[in-house]
């Protein structure tokens, strides 16, 4: 059973910087290519960015520049750096995992639970 587990969300300011964590198990962060996902009340979900088993990313064009995604091998643990923020970033974030490098959210089979980010003007 994948399980995955988001943390670091929160509320910021336009222009301010957070750091999101999925943790997950040792085969799942290895085996499968790992996303960020985003969805804001009222649209559907969205592709932030990906990266696959070789550490290749492709990110959506609204973040590329400001949103980075990195691994920890060590502590199996998948992270989305946020800088510039804007309020447009506001939505729900969710960590997920599947067999797909794609930012199209259909592939993914297992996903965490969601952390908020909430981005003020």
């Known amino acids: 059973q994948v399980q995955l587990m988001e943390s670091g969300g929160g509320s910021v300011q336009s222009g301010g910087s957070l750091r999101l964590s999925c943790a997950a198990d040792?085969?799942?962060?290895?085996?499968?290519?790992m996303g960020w996902f985003r969805q804001a009340p009222g649209k559907e979900r969205e592709g932030v960015g990906v990266i696959d088993r070789y550490g290749n990313t492709n990110f959506a064009y609204s973040v590329k520049g400001r949103f980075t995604i990195s691994q920890d091998n060590a502590k199996n643990t998948l992270y989305l750096q946020m800088n510039s923020l804007k309020v447009e970033d506001t939505a729900m974030y969710y960590c997920?995992?599947?067999?797909?490098?794609?930012?199209?959210?259909?592939?993914?089979?297992?996903w965490g639970q969601g952390t908020q980010v909430t981005v003020s003007s």
């Open positions: 040792a085969y799942t962060s290895r085996r499968y290519c």
């Open positions: 997920a995992a599947g067999r797909t490098y794609s930012r199209d959210p259909s592939p993914f089979a297992y």
